[in-house]
């Protein structure tokens, strides 16, 4: 595996490909029709034969009302024969046709099977061509809470699949009939009418939760078959049930450190919270809260996320393949939705873990109308610190805190109004003066509009802001460092939904930024001067237009167009640089001036093939742009960290990105299996000079280089979804490159995040009602990284030489963690529970760090040192619902 | 700055019970390059060039000096030839360095040249050394230098340190980009890194700051030497960045020299 070729790796892929449609093929014998059985069913009508077929073979049918008030009588005589052959048989001489839908058998009239039509009194409806629509929101009964992603399933006459989108709106259109309507989601039950459709129809949907329990139900099949019907790729949807089963760090539920147990989803090391998705950077995700961009993901330099999971609804992570509303982010897109807020009854959750506490707030404003949230989680581990007798740890302090809030209301059956907001901020200081803070601040007011059955439209104002502030003080001297971006966003999207075969999205979105690079503050006797870089000022505005065309039952396309224009205004001096970095000139423009407009166009295309009821091939294309750069030269999320737009000389970010997928659902859609590859081109990425100073008041194009990158991989994925034991076992391999001119003699290098292999297993037990044991287990291959080759003597002091960047790995990273929780009482009214967890169960001793110095006992030789963070660290916590 | 953030990070990272131990790692074969370190200062008989060669991690720390190299200092149409005092080193007493004079090195070991060229800037006073008792830590202690930065030009300043006699691994480089013209007052840090108790700072230790003037090319390559190892946070090491021309590693610099001694009470 030492080195691979682009092209000898694309040939590998192609071979496991061919492998997969091989094995694919007899895979299918387990199909459901297959089932074999003996049964003895004399002159029953329809509904009970199949009722009794039911009771033998545990298969379930599903069918219109039409098909259960027939008078068609069934026999059958069978022994050890296959369910495809006993229905063959029995239903040979009626006009009823039977397929395979999802994990039950679809039962429906087909009059041109035979012309003796025994049909019941609602005899089906000749098809007329008419074609009428359902349309409306799916929620839950209990809170009111609009469901993301639930699967609509229709059946009658035809049979369509439909997923509710992210406010939970969803809209059909199916020929006049009589059809049965199916609503499933992951923690509710299932919702089933039968109706007639003779006119446009608006059907919303109230589902009821499956327990009262905190949300700690078994994670059962997430809807089924959406791998399979669209064409969407390189998709995770997490519910926030996953994520709270799963055992983590200290205890405290994590969506980002989920995440990263997916396949093509990767940590920058021991602790990270940065998030490296198919050898993109931790900058290159397009983080969404409720639609509004969070520039910096993490709480205590990226131990932990800024997404209080009490508060959110929903996590999206779009790999590759990324729908043309979203765009901005080179490697990926996480969005994020938060929950709305109950608007039937009020209700109190919270929790206390070893380092934070947390207190979710909700209820109706006017019940069913409207309703609001107030989350809140702070850390407390800093009140131990001031035990502490060392006085350089009792005078620190450490903690952050985060405050989501919302509110919506229901104007009318066509509208719906939302707002929302984010606080978080981190304090770190140390010697009571001295220290960083940072924090985020978004808001969001959003109008959803239905303007007919057919086309959904979502309106949103977005204001995001993210800041630092370093102080340096002391009793003489105080120095602080600001420095800011601010953004005002304007969205508008629309879904039309034209006819049964087009799904159309276009719309447009608007984004100014002002980005405050450094503002120096100086008071005292240090000699430094107070200071501020100069403001830039951006506009970044897209439109895109995309369709989803479904060509046949087997066939569908996903083609659309991203526009997206990056223009940069003054006031402000912009420059010219030479190849080592000097200035050689410049251009002040005034207030408004336009500097330069980049323009991308980014296709996004994406094909499905659906092979079976159960399997299916995928390809897909995407471009992304993105023109606000992290410039960094650390692996962990710093806060110090800087957000630099594009300038006439930093040119946008872009990436290519075609991926191939195989899926496959078996065992009755209870396994889930998929197969993607994908390679990536990188232009325009962004690295520090060597040696470059990052507190520096010289234009910052002086400090950095440009090149490319490329990336490219194979992510296995196998899901379990039901039953008592669920989790998933994912495996990746791959690899990331980066050659930036003056880096590395120009030559390529391995990207610090680049892991060869990476193998991840989540396994989640429901042992009894009362317990749920967890257990999780990663393996990676070392972070790439530069080690010595040579040491020489300088000053007195020993000093290390390097040859090649990142040449070398840091031993390989696993890990075992786990997890059970614990259901205590449990009323109508009120239930609580205790998650235990421990992290690094067998105690690895994974490196964060190794660092290179003289030994403590023997001076005169070198030593490596290995630094590890976390062995063996256990956490309960308690959670309560009322 | 960069230090308070080093200290933040290693306050969090000690908080979470982190710990450390050596490990042994296959590294790749050390092919050897030179090393040159030069010194041109304004004291008297204060010149000097090392010259070594790079050796492999699992060999002992000792200075690996390079004999029989050809070692010429040329300034103002002089050239004077070093003679080697030990393995390695080369001398001479001839040179007193002048502000505003240019200094060119020329090295050649067996046939292969490498040269480099420093101007010595002009002398900046050193106004203060001293310590509040409130920064001193046995641990850790943080004196205080001043200066005033000469207005209109762009001025480079190296401090060496030294606890009784004995030269630190810790120095500290300054640029005037912030300060221009102003009295600086900046901290030194002298710390015990080591585990080792017996080598904290003790009262009655005599604590020395060397101020030096350097030129903006020696600056960039002290400001990138103690970058070079990588830090805490990550940052992919690097070479330093030379100003000798042919394939060295080291630095050659021209400076001024000021001392200045404190005794902590």
């Known amino acids: ?882 | 700055m960069k230090f308070l953030y080093r200290l933040i990070f290693f306050a969090s990272f000690s908080l979470l019970l982190a710990c450390e131990d050596p490990i042994t790692l296959q590294l790749k074969d050390n092919t050897p390059k030179y090393v040159i370190e030069g010194m041109v200062t304004n004291e008297a008989g204060a010149c000097w060039v090392n010259v070594s060669q790079t050796k492999s991690l699992s060999e002992s720390n000792q200075f690996n000096g390079v004999s029989g190299a050809i070692v010429k200092i040329a300034y103002n149409g002089n050239t004077i030839t070093l003679t080697e005092t030990e393995k390695g080193v080369y001398k001479t007493n001839l040179i007193n360095g002048t502000p505003g004079v240019t200094y060119q090195l020329n090295v050649n070991i067996r046939g292969e040249v490498f040269t480099a060229s420093s101007k010595m800037p002009a002398v900046v006073p050193f106004l203060d050394f001293k310590l509040k008792p409130s920064d001193y830590d046995t641990v850790r202690t943080t004196p205080m230098v001043k200066f005033k930065d000469p207005d209109g030009v762009n001025n480079y300043y190296w401090f060496q340190q030294y606890i009784n006699d004995k030269l630190q691994s810790q120095y500290k480089v300054l640029n005037d980009e912030f300060t221009p013209g102003q009295e600086v007052n900046d901290y030194l840090v002298f710390e015990n890194t080591t585990k080792n108790n017996s080598k904290n700072i003790k009262r009655g230790d005599k604590l020395t700051a060397e101020m030096h003037s350097i030129d903006p090319a020696v600056y960039t390559y002290l400001f990138s030497l103690s970058n070079a190892n990588g830090s805490l946070d990550g940052a992919a090491p690097a070479n330093p960045l030379s100003n000798i021309k042919g394939g060295a590693l080291g630095f050659f610099s021209a400076h001024t020299v000021e001392r200045k001694t404190l005794v902590i009470p």
């Open chain 1, 1 to 882: 595996m030492k080195k691979i070729e682009p092209k000898r790796f694309l040939i590998f892929i192609a071979i496991i490909l061919l492998l997969l449609i091989m094995v694919q093929s007899q895979a299918h014998a387990q199909s459901m029709l297959e089932k074999k059985m003996s049964i003895q069913i004399k002159d029953e009508f329809l509904k009970n034969a199949l009722d009794k077929i039911t009771t033998e073979s545990g298969i379930k049918f599903t069918y219109n009302e039409q098909i259960a008030k027939s008078k068609i009588k069934i026999t059958v005589i069978a022994k050890d024969k296959m369910l495809k052959e006993i229905l063959t048989t029995a239903f040979a001489d009626q006009a009823l046709i039977f397929s395979q839908l999802d994990q039950e058998i679809f039962i429906r009239f087909d009059p041109s099977k035979t012309k003796k039509v025994i049909a019941g009194p609602a005899a089906n409806p000749a098809q007329t061509g008419e074609k009428y629509n359902i349309s409306g929101t799916v929620k839950s009964k209990n809170s009111g809470e609009t469901l993301i992603g639930a699967t609509i399933r229709v059946t009658g006459t035809t049979a369509l699949v439909a997923t509710s989108n992210e406010y939970g709106f969803y809209s059909l259109s199916l020929p006049k009939g009589s059809y049965t309507v199916e609503v499933k989601t992951v923690g509710n039950k299932t919702f089933r009418e039968t109706l007639d459709l003779d006119k446009n129809l608006v059907l919303n949907i109230s589902l009821e939760d499956e327990s009262n329990q905190l949300e700690m139900v078994t994670v059962t099949a997430s809807p089924s078959q959406r791998n399979i019907k669209t064409t969407q790729m390189g998709m995770e949807r997490l519910s926030i049930v996953e994520t709270k089963t799963v055992p983590v760090l200290m205890g405290e539920p994590d969506v980002i450190k989920t995440l990263q147990l997916l396949p093509g989803v990767k940590t920058g090391g021991e602790g990270t919270g940065g998030m490296f998705v198919r050898g993109g950077g931790a900058d290159q995700n397009m983080i969404l809260l409720d639609e509004a961009p969070v520039y910096n993901a993490s709480h205590l330099l990226g131990f932990f996320s800024t997404f209080n999971s009490d508060a959110i609804k929903n996590v999206t992570l779009y790999k590759g393949g990324m729908p043309a509303q979203y765009g901005g982010g080179l490697s990926s897109v996480l969005d994020v939705k938060m929950n709305d807020g109950n608007n039937q009854k009020f209700g109190v959750n919270g929790g206390i873990g070893l380092i934070a506490a947390r207190l979710n707030l909700e209820g109706p404003i006017q019940k069913g109308k409207s309703s609001f949230l107030i989350s809140a989680r702070r850390t407390y581990a800093d009140m131990f610190l001031k035990l502490s007798s060392d006085t350089s740890i009792n005078k620190t302090q450490l903690y952050f805190y985060d405050l989501n809030l919302k509110a919506n209301y229901i104007l009318g059956d066509k509208d719906r109004l939302y707002i929302s907001g984010y606080f978080g901020k981190d304090v770190l200081t140390s010697d009571n003066l001295s220290g960083i803070n940072w924090g985020n601040a978004t808001s969001t007011l959003r109008w959803n509009h239905v303007f007919s059955p057919k086309l959904f439209s979502n309106t949103s104002v977005i204001f995001s802001n993210y800041n630092y502030k370093i102080r340096a003080n002391n009793d003489e001297t105080s120095l602080s460092l600001f420095s800011q971006i601010r953004d005002w966003n304007f969205k508008e999207d629309m879904q039309w939904y034209a006819n049964d075969k087009n799904t159309i999205s276009f719309g447009i979105n608007s984004i100014y930024h002002t980005i405050k690079p450094g503002e120096v503050q100086a008071i005292g006797n240090s000699g430094f001067i107070s200071q501020n870089l100069q403001n830039r000022f951006s506009l970044e505005n897209a439109a895109y237009i995309s369709n989803t065309w479904k060509a046949s039952d087997r066939f569908s396309l996903t083609y659309g167009l991203r526009l997206s224009a990056f223009s940069i205004f003054g006031k402000g001096e912009y420059f010219t640089i030479d190849n080592d970095g000097d200035v050689i000139g410049s251009k002040s423009y005034k207030s408004g001036e336009l500097v330069k407009t980049y323009f991308t166009l980014e296709p996004r295309l994406a094909a499905s093939f659906q092979v079976n009821e159960s399997t299916a091939l995928k390809a897909s294309f995407v471009r992304n742009a993105q023109n606000l750069h992290l410039i960094s030269n650390s692996n962990a999320a710093s806060p110090t960290d800087r957000w630099v737009a594009s300038t006439n000389l930093i040119k946008p970010e872009l990436s290519d990105q075609v991926s191939l997928g195989y899926y496959k659902n078996f065992a009755f859609n209870s396994f889930e299996f998929t197969a993607e590859t994908y390679y990536k081109t990188l232009q325009n990425q962004i690295d520090y000079r060597n040696g470059a100073d990052i507190f520096t008041n010289k234009p910052i194009e002086t400090q950095l280089l440009f090149g490319k990158g490329r990336a490219y991989g194979l992510e296995l994925l196998l899901k379990k979804k039901t039953g008592r034991l669920t989790g998933w076992l994912g495996y990746t391999i791959s690899r990331t490159e980066r050659k930036i001119d003056g880096i590395n003699n120009n030559e390529w290098y391995k990207a610090r995040q680049d892991k060869t292999h990476d193998i991840s297993l989540v396994t989640i037990y429901q042992l009894s009602k009362k317990w749920t044991v967890s257990a999780n287990w990663v393996y990676a291959t070392g972070n790439a990284v530069t080690f010595p080759n040579g040491k020489y003597t300088m000053l007195g002091q020993s000093y290390y030489y390097f040859s090649e960047r990142n040449a070398d790995r840091m031993p390989a990273y696993h890990r075992l963690d786990l997890g059970a929780t614990h259901q205590l009482k449990q009323t109508k009214k009120f239930s609580s529970e205790l998650t235990f967890s421990l992290y690094n169960a067998y105690g690895r001793k994974n490196p964060f760090r190794i660092a290179f110095k003289d030994s403590e006992t023997n001076p005169n030789q070198t030593e490596a040192i290995r630094t590890t963070l976390f062995r063996f660290v256990p956490s309960i916590s308690y959670n309560f619902k009322f």
